[in-house]
């Protein structure tokens, strides 16, 4: 599941201060001890393989968005004009997205990416709507946004994400050399 | 596609090697595709090109002995509860709490799966419990997915293979969902890192999709239990995902024994009703092999069940198994003869917990010297079928996975 902020509302009547946490250890609290801090955010049950062509140098349109079950099977597919296709996973698309320049600014997948159902993956809010400029044209638009789009949303969950106001991780570190099933 | 021989054969007494069918040897690269490579790799000799053959009617005689046997255990359980006889099945003191309160609300606690290993039925003896895997089952990923590649392979039906877990699993977590209205439907699945259970946690994963859950998968090690507040993941610098539903392909009694902290926090967390942990609790007390003992004395001479007692001198002059109370794998397990020569023997991780006794069963076998152990999943009912077979006694990681296919009269 990809958690990403659709919009950030603080509901907070307390405000807690967490410590750093460590990897294993204790979460220790470093304020108050009565309440925690709350904030909405949207999350995103279905994952995405987007499908790009660069239809005049260095402009690319998306083609297809297809909904899947597994979030961390998300892709980008692109095909470029040189008829090389690239596969790109979204943590490569993030790496791509932060580092800039190249092979993803430069070949103009970045607004393409962002202003269609991707951009949701990539950080943009739920509550802006895609631009059908980034299809490749309308209809491919219309039934992207009609049956993905769909899909997306409503499989969207909002979800409250607060603090813990202590906690503790790191149990069972350095165990996964054998299985525990029978 | 079934072997001509089938046709007129005597259905009662079918050998098992003339239930074998030879199906076409899938590729590495097929399995690869699947996400299955784990089963194929290196040193891994698991996975075969041959199915088992399995009448209708034995497929009935597996299906209602987990039923039966089901509620055997549901029975067992609330004697042990009553009687508070923890010292006799190997539960700590510090699960005795998380026990009773999720056994109580075992509506809310739903018991998503498990799965009995069966002796008997293809070579015409009637069912034998050999074990129950209430709380961790796995070989998820061969019998849901492998059975059905090599089912089309074959070129059969669906519908020639008794396969319905990823349906029945489907139909647990809506019913896990229904009973705990208040809750968000979102699913946290945690293992301790193994790449086999991982695999099988993806199975379950599918399943709550299916439901209408969403889920994520976070290594346990990663997990933040808060006692106040309830099962976290940390998704960014200040972020903090909550989950009202948690699955661990974590024993119980790796929890209570290993790691009490934890214990001690979760039963916080069940009994403030922050969150849902499946398998729940009350399955720690199914898994213990202690319940078989039980079971030996509350239904004594149960057509389902083999002698089972606490001492090896009920078995003078008669075959039996010795195995822990919380061993897995087949890992610490005897197998001693009728004059206490050892037929069998495996070491293991679980030797410091007390042992149970159990009649010596022979599984059924083949013309090779394989025995075949069945194992059928209970999800709410009856769920799926799979075998596995060993050229020894005891099916442990060793053994060979073996699809079935329903055979046709």
Redesign the interface.
């Known amino acids: 599941?990809t958690?990403f902020?659709a919009f950030s509302r603080n509901t907070a009547k307390a405000r807690v201060f967490?410590a750093a946490?460590s990897?294993?250890g204790t979460?220790l609290l470093a304020g108050c001890s009565s309440g925690?801090e709350t904030?909405e955010?949207v999350?995103l049950?279905k994952g995405l393989v987007t499908e790009l062509e660069e239809v005049s140098a260095g402009e690319y349109k998306i083609t297809n968005e297809t909904a899947i079950?597994?979030t961390?099977g998300s892709q980008v597919i692109a095909h470029h004009l040189s008829g090389k296709i690239d596969t790109l996973s979204m943590q490569e698309v993030r790496e791509q997205q932060h580092q800039g320049g190249s092979s993803y600014h430069s070949h103009g997948m970045g607004g393409a990416l962002m202003y269609g159902m991707m951009g949701y993956y990539l950080g943009r809010s739920l509550s802006s709507p895609v631009n059908p400029g980034a299809y490749r044209n309308q209809s491919t638009y219309n039934r992207v946004a009609n049956s993905t789009g769909r899909t997306i949303t409503n499989?969207a969950?909002r979800?409250?994400?607060?603090?813990?106001?202590?906690?503790?991780?790191?149990?069972?570190?350095g165990?996964?050399?054998?299985?525990?099933?029978? | 596609m079934v072997p001509a021989v089938l046709a007129q054969a005597d259905q009662h007494v079918l050998s098992v090697d003339k239930r074998i069918l030879f199906t076409a040897d899938l590729p590495t690269s097929h399995w690869k595709k699947l996400g299955l490579q784990w089963f194929v790799g290196k040193d891994m000799d698991y996975l075969t090109d041959e199915m088992l053959g399995v009448w209708p009617e034995e497929i009935q005689a597996y299906k209602e002995a987990s039923n039966e046997l089901y509620e055997l255990y549901e029975r067992a359980a609330q004697h042990i509860i009553d009687k508070r006889l923890w010292h006799r099945v190997g539960i700590p003191a510090n699960a005795v709490r998380l026990i009773e309160h999720t056994w109580e609300n075992r509506h809310q606690h739903v018991h998503l799966y498990g799965r009995f290993d069966l002796a008997g039925v293809i070579d015409g003896k009637p069912a034998k419990l050999i074990e129950f895997n209430a709380d961790t089952a796995t070989v998820m990923p061969e019998t849901t997915v492998v059975q059905q590649e090599q089912l089309k392979a074959a070129n059969m039906a669906m519908d020639q293979q008794f396969n319905q877990l990823d349906l029945y699993l489907s139909a647990q977590f809506r019913r896990l969902a229904e009973r705990n209205p208040n809750k968000v439907p979102q699913i946290l699945l945690s293992t301790l890192g193994h790449e086999e259970d991982n695999l099988n946690a993806d199975v379950i994963a599918r399943a709550a999709v299916h439901a209408g859950f969403g889920v994520r998968h976070t290594p346990l090690e990663k997990v933040i239990f808060s006692p106040e507040d309830g099962i976290f993941v940390q998704v960014g610098r200040d972020d903090y995902l909550p989950f009202d539903f948690w699955f661990k392909l974590i024993p119980w009694e790796f929890i209570a024994f290993e790691e009490p902290a934890l214990m001690d926090i979760l039963i916080k967390i069940v009994l403030n009703d922050l969150a849902v942990i499946v398998n729940p609790a009350y399955t720690m007390l199914f898994q213990s092999k202690g319940m078989m003992a039980i079971l030996w004395e509350l239904f004594p001479n149960h057509p389902l069940l083999l002698k089972t007692t606490v001492s090896a001198q009920d078995f003078r002059g008669e075959a039996y198994v010795q195995k822990v109370i919380f061993g897995r794998e087949g890992e610490n397990i005897n197998i001693l003869d009728e004059h206490n020569r050892y037929m069998g023997f495996n070491k293991g991780d679980f030797g410091n917990f007390p042992s149970i006794f159990q009649a010596f069963e022979e599984l059924p076998s083949d013309k090779n010297g394989e025995y075949y152990q069945a194992g059928i999943y209970w999800s709410g009912q009856p769920a799926a079928l799979s075998f596995r077979r060993r050229d020894g006694y005891i099916i442990d990681t060793d053994s060979e996975f073996i699809s079935h296919y329903i055979l046709e009269a």
Request: glycine share 12%; hydrophobic share 25%; proline share 5%.
């Open positions: 599941m958690p902020k967490i946490l990897v294993s979460l925690y904030e955010k999350l049950t079950d597994d961390s499989s969950v979800t409250t994400v607060r603090r813990p106001s202590s906690g503790s991780s790191g149990f069972g570190s165990r996964s050399t054998r299985s525990f099933g029978g």
